[in-house]
């Protein structure tokens, strides 16, 4: 258990339970005894304690955030600066991220997408009204509720986060795919940026991918300052242009052609709301110029050690030394310059020497052109420039504003480098002639069966019980009425054989199992074959299950089984493999302990070196619940897991250097762990004990 749960802060706020452990901050749910309501509060790490420049901005800028006032916002309630900590109490909102559920739903209808930005701008605009700009919008920082309503959390967050610096690494890498261009090449900030991280969500929930992706968030980094996206529509055809427009519009590289504020993109969306197919004529991405050069990304890849960027979003040197801002640029502006003559020196030297016939690469690679627009048989399928490079497969798509024989989609997308030969997936439109199934509910079965054959499809009778039409007539159709479909579709008529014979099975589900079997005997039906189940949620001795279900009507003295609860859970196993330290070559001894207790049977002393990979396999069982496993390692706390039963798998908590030390001289006088020496899940942070 960590150090804060289950305590009183200030006399007031009961913690009762982790929620998330951040870069800044630990965060509780916890119940404020005066208001009566359950709270959230952030708590300051306490690495943070010691600065005063930190504590000041924090302190001023919460003052600032408390002030915000809107449904769309998650409401400050309580700031607390004392000597021995700081914290922030705030409302408490019962939902998951928007990160969560687009990582569920992969991509988003585009009306909801247009629902959760409204509502994002809102508070976006009541807090820029108020001089508060945001710097850190993303999916990870919105909240969304089971009613859809959105929350915004971390106001401020952002911008009294840089007076600490950061290395920009792949830690980064959840923040960088949402920043502007000027945060990315560390220009000062204001609104608009924000717009920028707006636009990049929008764009994100419509096409289901980010704009810019890569191996490192430098390289992302890069990206947001000189690539343009693939156009939404291109991703998803069925993004209106208006909303593409939108979307563009706000993800504008010089912010003064983006949105100025959240209320003209909220004007925008809110004609699009009106007229969907409205065209706004933005035009984007026509660039003339050069390519040029960002002089702080290639001051990014030039330095040695890790680049940081401070509050004013400067890159410097991981020492913190600040550099000379217009003179650095001139140096890297002039190495960047003879770097790009020496490689078109290169590119033409081994042109030159190329010789005058040579064959391709095994992996030579080839840029995919744009397929979409193009009529599949006249334009590709036997045009020996894309057939000598690609190999093609046809999904069928039915679009009825579309040509017919139109590719509406490829994968992989345009402009994307692949080997030769690689398979492209093209989507064509194949409407073509279409026929109508034809209304014949309430028809006699015969008449159904020619009226079908009229429209030349291809009837298929499926007999089913129906208590409200007289037997031998039809009920519906699958496909339904109205449906256009390709000719000799079958279509399956459903004729009622009229009301169902027989006994009813009784409802016995969730009634004790004497109980079920005297209801089933009543009902004039014989009791079948009885099984009980483990793992059930249900008490003991209650009915789970019968077969026929409830409801099914079925011939006096038939069989009904049943399936009751056990009220056991089985036992489960759940394999942990312990990462040891790597290149240590002496005994350390290992101690395991679940729950506070030392499994002795799986403690031991090894040598890292001596085993396989690094790897030393543990094994537990148990039927249900959460255990705790610490693992020492010569009296270290080395690791931490939660080992949930009910789940079947291990989730780590947190891990922690590995100190080598002599294990005679290390091992701790006493047996229990200290097991509050982890953070939380994700912080990668314990306390080693002494």
């Not at 409407?431 to 015969?446: A, C, F, I, S």
């Not at 499809?457 to 699958?478: F, I, R, S």
């Not at 085993?611 to 959460?626: A, D, M, R, W």
């Amino acid at each position: 258990m960590d150090k804060y749960t289950g305590k009183r802060l200030d006399g007031r706020y009961e913690i009762h339970e982790l929620l998330g452990v951040g870069g800044m901050a630990v965060v509780y749910k916890a119940y404020d005894t005066i208001d009566d309501r359950v709270v959230a509060i952030k708590i300051l790490k306490d690495e943070f304690a010691g600065n005063s420049e930190f504590l000041r901005r924090v302190r001023n800028e919460s003052k600032a955030i408390a002030v915000l006032s809107h449904p769309n916002i998650v409401k400050v309630y309580d700031v607390s600066f004392g000597d021995r900590m700081q914290y922030i109490v705030m409302e408490y909102v019962d939902g998951i991220t928007l990160k969560e559920y687009l990582d569920q739903q992969k991509e988003v209808k585009w009306k909801e997408a247009i629902h959760f930005t409204v509502q994002i701008l809102r508070a976006l605009q009541h807090a820029h009204e108020k001089g508060i700009v945001h710097r850190d919008i993303k999916p990870q920082n919105i909240m969304l509720l089971q009613d859809g309503t959105i929350k915004v959390m971390d106001f401020g967050i952002a911008r009294f986060a840089r007076s600490e610096t950061r290395t920009m690494t792949d830690k980064a890498i959840g923040s960088v795919h949402y920043i502007a261009p000027e945060q990315a090449r560390g220009d000062l900030t204001d609104e608009k940026a924000d717009i920028y991280s707006v636009g990049v969500m929008l764009y994100e929930m419509i096409t289901g991918q980010l704009p810019f992706e890569a191996d490192n968030a430098v390289s992302v980094a890069i990206m947001q300052l000189q690539a343009n996206p693939t156009l939404p529509r291109e991703i998803n055809p069925d993004i209106p242009e208006g909303l593409q427009e939108i979307t563009l519009k706000a993800m504008q590289k010089v912010p003064s052609q983006r949105y100025q504020s959240a209320a003209e993109m909220l004007r925008d969306i809110e004609q699009f709301r009106r007229n969907p197919g409205i065209r706004f004529e933005y035009k984007y991405f026509v660039d003339d110029t050069p390519t040029k050069y960002v002089d702080a990304i290639n001051n990014v890849k030039g330095t040695t050690g890790p680049v940081s960027y401070n509050d004013n979003y400067e890159y410097e040197e991981d020492l913190g030394k600040k550099r000379s801002s217009g003179k650095t640029k001139m140096i890297v502006a002039g190495i960047g310059t003879a770097f790009l003559i020496m490689a078109v020196i290169l590119g033409i030297m081994l042109v030159i020497n190329q010789p005058a016939t040579t064959e391709p690469e095994e992996d030579e690679l080839v840029k995919v052109p744009k397929f979409v627009g193009m009529i599949y048989e006249e334009e590709i399928k036997d045009n020996s420039e894309y057939t000598e490079n690609f190999t093609f497969t046809i999904k069928d798509g039915n679009d009825p504003n579309q040509e017919d024989g139109v590719v509406l989609k490829q994968t992989p997308n345009e402009g994307i480098e692949v080997k030769k030969g690689k398979e492209i997936v093209l989507t064509v439109n194949t409407q073509g002639e279409l026929t109508t199934v034809p209304d014949v509910t309430g028809l006699p079965q015969d008449k159904a069966e020619e009226s079908i054959r009229k429209w030349n499809l291809t009837p298929n009778v499926v007999t089913v019980a129906d208590e409200e039409t007289a037997k031998g007539y039809v009920t519906g159709t699958n496909p339904s009425k109205n449906t256009e479909v390709k000719p000799g579709t079958e279509v399956t008529i459903y004729v009622s054989s009229g009301p169902a014979e027989g006994i009813a099975v009784p409802a016995v589900i969730d009634k004790t199992l004497e109980a079920a079997k005297a209801d089933i005997i009543a009902a004039g039906l014989t009791v079948g074959e009885v099984t009980a189940q483990d793992d059930s949620d249900k008490a003991e001795n209650l009915v789970i299950e019968t077969n026929p279900l409830p409801g099914v009507k079925v011939a006096s003295g038939t069989k009904v089984d049943i399936i009751y609860s056990s009220g056991k859970q089985s036992e489960k196993t759940i394999d942990v493999i312990l990462n040891l330290p790597k290149d240590v070559n002496e005994d350390i001894s290992i101690k395991i302990y679940v729950d506070g207790k030392l499994d002795s049977s799986q403690s031991g002393v090894v040598n890292p070196y001596l085993t396989q990979n690094n790897l030393y396999p543990l094994k537990f069982t148990g039927s249900s619940g959460v255990q705790e496993l610490v693992v020492t390692l010569n009296g270290q706390d080395y690791v931490a897991f939660d080992l949930d039963f009910d789940a079947g798998k291990p989730t780590q908590k947190w891990q922690n250097e590995f100190i080598p030390t002599s294990s005679e001289s290390s091992e701790p006088e006493s047996s229990e762990p200290d097991t509050g020496g982890g953070t939380g899940e994700g912080d990668g942070q314990g306390v080693t004990r002494d």
